[in-house]
């Protein structure tokens, strides 16, 4: 059973830089048929996926255009987990934070693991 | 950028009755690349279906989808009490690569 454990701060400064960390039990971070995103949500913005990292022979990242600028994903594979930077943040980016795995379902890639969120509130 | 827009906001039935909920692409959803999901309180969105009608595993049989291009439906045949929550479509493979729609909330008549 696939399991994904979010940790990190809740409250976060403006102008500062906000970092979560999804770890993973029962998959690897380096499975070359799963990619691992960060997804948040917020009444205003609802769901949006921010961006992904995967390994393919190599690893791989794609961010949204969104907040591509200020995103970092980036694997551990000594820990098996990966995570999210997100720097510069505002008032705008207060969200739950979710990691998910995608997994290929034919060859379109849905999120069928999630984790539990995180709440992060930017102050300012 | 593909938009998805779901109908309606907000579907009120009773448990036994079927629903029917919409998700409209502002463009074709490449190779019918569409996910439901169902989001309860506090907790993270569940797959349903995945492909446009295929069921993820684990879910009931009284939850189905179809459609192609860009209009796609969710079916929910016989309402069960836990199925009041929230359900948001889902894009893969456009731009952006992900999507989702704003939510469909049903809820008890």
């Known amino acids: 059973q696939v399991q994904l454990q979010q940790s990190g701060p809740g409250l976060v400064k403006f102008s500062q830089t906000l970092s979560l960390t999804c770890a993973i039990s029962g998959d690897s971070v380096s499975s070359k048929s799963a990619t691992w995103n960060w997804i948040r949500q917020s009444p205003s913005r609802g769901l949006e996926w921010l961006g992904r990292t995967y390994y393919r022979s190599k690893w791989y990242n794609d961010y949204a255009v969104s907040v591509k600028s200020r995103i970092t994903i980036n694997p551990d594979t000594s820990n098996n987990q990966f995570s999210l930077q997100l720097n510069s943040v505002t008032p705008e980016d207060t969200a739950v934070y979710y990691c998910?795995?995608?997994?290929?379902f034919g060859s379109g890639y849905y999120f069928d693991y999630w984790g539990q969120g995180i709440l992060v509130t930017v102050s300012s | 950028d593909i938009v998805l827009t779901q109908s309606p906001g907000t579907l009120s039935l009773s448990p036994g009755e079927r629903a029917t909920l919409s998700c409209r692409a502002s463009q074709s959803v490449t190779n019918n690349y569409l996910a439901w999901y169902q989001q309860k309180p506090g907790q993270a969105p569940r797959l349903l279906i995945y492909g446009a009608s295929s069921r993820a595993t684990g879910i009931p049989d009284r939850f189905s989808g179809s459609g192609s291009g860009t209009d796609f439906t969710l079916t929910i045949s016989r309402l069960e009490p836990e199925d009041f929550v929230v359900y948001y479509c889902?894009?893969?493979?456009?731009?952006?690569?992900?999507?989702f729609g704003q939510g469909t909330k049903l809820e008890i008549k």
């Open positions: 998910a795995r995608a997994s290929s």
């Open positions: 889902q894009q893969y493979g456009s731009s952006p690569l992900y999507t």
